[in-house]
């Protein structure tokens, strides 16, 4: 817990805190290296040294003495050898089993006080559970208790929208899109930058714009499902594609997240609208692609090259959407089509392309500032919220950021979908004016790989 969360300790409200000298026996052996574990480890124990100070630890260290206000416990430390003695016989030397028994001794030694072990350790707490101790998981990094409740984008107005909506309803026409003020009791649901659709008689598909009290503004869309309004060759195929097209093209929108399956379209989209900004528009001057390096599989080890090829192995999905926009955009910068024989990465335009696209690692980007960039960070459900917000806070003026992600699809250790960094900024830039998001809900990629994503 401690190693995943340096601050875990302050965020316990009211309760005590009590550390068996095992835990830092264990912070000792994490600390060393350059590790994000490393780091947190180093973290935890510049934070006990300093509330430590000249205290007596035998009466407890008031919590909120750095400043943490909502922290109103005290922090014990383990000052005198505790029976350990379990019910049931646990090899002895292992941390975990060291303990559980102090956990053990605790409630023996004061049974009117309720004593938890909190862990993110699954097997621990199950063990704990075993010996009738009771464990709860540390859910303080958790964004939202149930995935299912995460902000989708989205909102489907209902049959009889326009009925107890369309009084006194205002409109015009501004930057080539019709506008309206509504004013009804589902104006107060609306989140600025969502999207809402009605399918009926008089269909519907807007973007809320903004919202005060029982009233609120909606924009219609760019229909980029249509050829005319195509984005480097590619147009939309379903309603979440072009909602999202709509948040990528858009220069008020700086902050960009979309959420889906495989196969949804999340990366061809946001690569389509990058190269359309930033070679036909110029809004860009570059796009920049980085990704949590985190294997499915066994680690293949050390990459030789630089940064750009030691990064091009997880870069393959960006190889394979070029593909497909190369091919789709015959024409757009002189591009030769794939028909001609000739070899797509070896083109003239192809090359031009990769001048302007940038693989960076992440490892590299503390202190970074980027200006005019068009930056896509892909497998973003494998950053924790710290690293997700060293990356968001590289931008400079005049730069977008896309995050694209899966949140079903975690690799990294002891993240989970509630605690994923994706997570975090869908709900925190939640309803901002310059940020905007969609989980698309289609896989366009192919018939085989719809069916083996429901079949499988």
Not at 43 to 71: C, E, F, M, W, Y
Not at 103 to 130: F, Q, T, W
Not at 174 to 191: D, E, K, M
Not at 231 to 250: D, H, K, P, S, Y
Request: proline share 5%.
């Amino acid at each position: 817990m401690l190693l995943h969360d340096p601050s875990s300790l302050f965020r316990f409200a009211e309760h005590d805190v009590f550390l068996p000298m095992i835990v830092l026996e264990e912070l000792d052996h994490q600390k060393k290296g350059m590790s994000e574990v490393a780091r947190n480890a180093r973290q935890v124990s510049r934070h006990l040294d300093q509330l430590i100070g000249t205290a007596d630890l035998s009466k407890g260290v008031p919590l909120d003495a750095l400043g943490n206000a909502d922290a109103l416990g005290s922090l014990y430390f383990q000052t005198r050898p505790t029976d350990t003695r379990l019910p049931l016989e646990l090899p002895m030397g292992k941390a975990d089993n060291v303990i559980l028994g102090i956990v053990h001794g605790l409630r023996e030694e004061n049974p009117k006080r309720e004593i938890v072990l909190v862990s993110k350790d699954i097997n621990m707490r199950l063990k704990a559970r075993a010996l009738g101790l009771p464990a709860e998981d540390y859910l303080n990094d958790h964004v939202l208790d149930d995935s299912d409740l995460l902000y989708d984008g989205v909102m489907p107005l209902p049959e009889n929208f326009w009925n107890k909506h369309g009084k006194d309803i205002e409109s015009w026409q501004q930057n080539g899109l019709t506008w309206y003020r509504v004013r009804g009791p589902l104006c107060g649901q609306f989140i600025v930058n969502e999207f809402v659709y009605y399918e009926g008689e008089m269909p519907l598909y807007a973007q809320v714009r903004e919202v005060t009290g029982k009233s609120a503004v909606l924009s219609t869309l760019r229909d980029f499902s249509h050829a005319k309004n195509s984005v480097w060759g590619i147009t939309t195929r379903n309603r979440e594609q072009n909602f999202a097209l709509n948040l990528l093209m858009n220069p008020d929108i700086d902050f960009v997240s979309l959420l889906g399956q495989a196969g949804t379209g999340k990366t061809l989209l946001a690569l389509a609208s990058g190269l359309a900004q930033t070679f036909e528009t110029k809004r860009y001057t570059e796009i920049i692609i980085t990704r949590a390096t985190v294997p499915v599989g066994d680690d293949i080890g050390f990459l030789p090259g630089t940064e750009e090829e030691k990064m091009l192995p997880w870069m393959g999905a960006l190889e394979d959407n070029l593909e497909v926009l190369h091919q789709g955009a015959t024409g757009a910068l002189g591009a030769p089509g794939s028909g001609n024989g000739q070899d797509w990465t070896k083109t003239p335009a192809m090359d031009l392309i990769r001048s302007r696209i940038k693989l960076k690692s992440m490892n590299f980007m503390r202190g970074r500032t980027f200006l005019n960039k068009f930056l896509i960070i892909d497998e973003a459900q494998n950053l924790t919220p710290k690293q997700m917000k060293t990356l968001v806070t590289r931008a400079g003026p005049g730069t977008k950021i896309v995050c694209l992600g899966n949140i079903a699809q975690i690799d990294t250790p002891y993240l989970t979908e509630g605690s994923s960094g994706l997570t975090y900024v869908v709900d925190r830039f939640k309803g901002w004016p310059h940020a905007g998001h969609i989980t698309l809900q289609r896989g366009e990629r192919s018939r085989l790989a719809d069916y083996a994503s429901d079949a499988l």
